[in-house]
Nanobody, 125 residues
Framework: QVQLVESGGGSVQAGGSLKLSCAAS????????MGWFRQSPGKEREGVAH????????YYADSVKGRFTISRDDAKNSLYLQMNALKPEDSSTYYC??????????????????WGQGTQVTVSS
C-alpha cells in the first residue's frame, strides 16, 4: 500500500502563489503516475495535473495550463504543485493521488488507487 500526505495549502490573494507538496511512503516502487486533483463542495473531483515516473510526460487541465507546474522527486518520494497567478476559482481542496499505471493524459479520479487526505487552498479576490 501507498500512503500520501499533502502539505502547503493555505490562503492567498488572487495573483499570488502557493506550492503544494505530497510525501509518499509505503510501497512507493509500485507508483508510476502521480497526480493532483481538486474538489469543491457539490462538484466532482477533477484532475489538475499528472506526471509519470522520472518526471516524464506532464499533463495539465486546460484551466491551469501556463499557471501551474507539477514536478516530482522520485529519490525523495515527493510530488509538488507550484501554483502561480492563482484565481478565486482555484479555491478548492487539493488531493495528491498515485497509480501503478502510466498516465497518458488527465485521467479520471477512479483510475487512481491511492489518495492523500487533502489540503485546502483558498484564493480571495
Amino acid at each position: 500500500q501507498v500512503q500520501l500526505v499533502e502539505s502547503g495549502g493555505g490562503s492567498v490573494q488572487a495573483g499570488g502563489s502557493l506550492k503544494l507538496s505530497c510525501a509518499a511512503s509505503g510501497s512507493t516502487d509500485s507508483i508510476t503516475c502521480m497526480g493532483w486533483f481538486r474538489q469543491s463542495p457539490g462538484k466532482e473531483r477533477e484532475g489538475v495535473a499528472h506526471i509519470n515516473t522520472g518526471g516524464r510526460a506532464e499533463y495539465y487541465a486546460d484551466s491551469v495550463k501556463g499557471r501551474f507546474t507539477i514536478s516530482r522527486d522520485d529519490a525523495k518520494n515527493s510530488l509538488y504543485l507550484q501554483m502561480n497567478a492563482l484565481k478565486p476559482e482555484d479555491s478548492s481542496t487539493y488531493y495528491c493521488a498515485a497509480r501503478p499505471g502510466w498516465c497518458g493524459s488527465i485521467l479520471p479520479a477512479g483510475l487512481f488507487r491511492s489518495w492523500g487526505q487533502g489540503t485546502q487552498v483558498t484564493v480571495s479576490s
